[in-house]
């Protein structure tokens, strides 16, 4: 048992990475679920999302962060913040490339960046599928080449493809320990804070480009009950339900209707879409009711990106 134990590797892995370069949809396919909400919009992921999965010989803490960019607003500069505060606590360090992407004056200036960290860096070059091995191999090479500190891995984070390599190679640069975590647990979001995730995820896809990325969803309330089985429903076990209330901040006022829809469609297909992932994580039926606030400029307000969690007193 105690070789076992001393054999256990344990340890934090922070995904870094500009935005909309995969890195949420590589943390779920990494834990083998989804956690992180995912959407083609930049800066989808606005805090940090500690997320474990724990194998018989190691347990891996991933913590997903925003993209690195240039911050625009408060959340912005509170996004970057969370970026260097995940960096130092981790032990690994993920660095997520496309693999036919350029590497420009951005990318060089996060390489030096990272050529200074304590932690060994591991780059993921996303979205190889339909790549030959020829063209994997020689742009691997190149970047490895470019970021000599580094080792490079080819993946497709959206097929799952070639994610074993991957794992393996961060498996190997944790540190030996006990697991910080039970097996049994997913990720230290609370269910709250997961719950207004997915409507915002939803709201992201479904709303596509009509809408500025100046959405927020704050749980209002959440709380579960048990319906018992009507008379007469003989062997019938009682139902387990979840109210929940959410409402979708947005910053105009001509956003709100857009948010809306039309005699209230657009939120209807919202509510139901996020229904649906709701019940497969709460393992319930889900009463959700959406509304629509607006709060001007709320992203440079810092008294309301407290209020919807977005900012800490240590940020």
Known sequence: MEAVRDAFR????ALIGRPNVGKSTLMNRLIGMKVAITSEKPQTTRGRIRTVVTFPDSQMIF???????????RLGERMMRVTGEVKKDADVILWLLEINGQIGEAERQIGE???????PVIIALN??????????SARTQAVEKEFPFAAAFAVSALKGERIEALRAAIKDRLPYGEPLYDEDELTDMPEREIVAEIVR???????????????AVVTET????????PPGSEGASPQK???IHAVLICEKESHKGIVIGKNGRMLQKIGRAARVDMEKLLDCHVNLQ???????DWRDDVRQLKNFGLWTTEG
């Open 63 to 73: 913590m997903d962060t925003p993209g690195i960019h240039e911050a625009k607003n």
């Open 201 to 215: 995820e939803k709201a992201l896809r479904l709303l596509n480009d009509e809408v500025p990325h100046g959405i």
């Open 241 to 243: 339900i979840c109210d």
């Open 290 to 296: 959406l509304f629509v606030k607006v709060r001007k």
């Open 222 to 229: 959440m709380r579960y009950r048990t319906k018992q089985a």
């Open 127 to 136: 979205k190889a599928d339909g790549l030959s091995e020829e063209q994997i």
């Open 10 to 13: 344990t340890g934090f892995i």
């Open 113 to 119: 960046e990272l050529s200074r960290a304590r932690q």
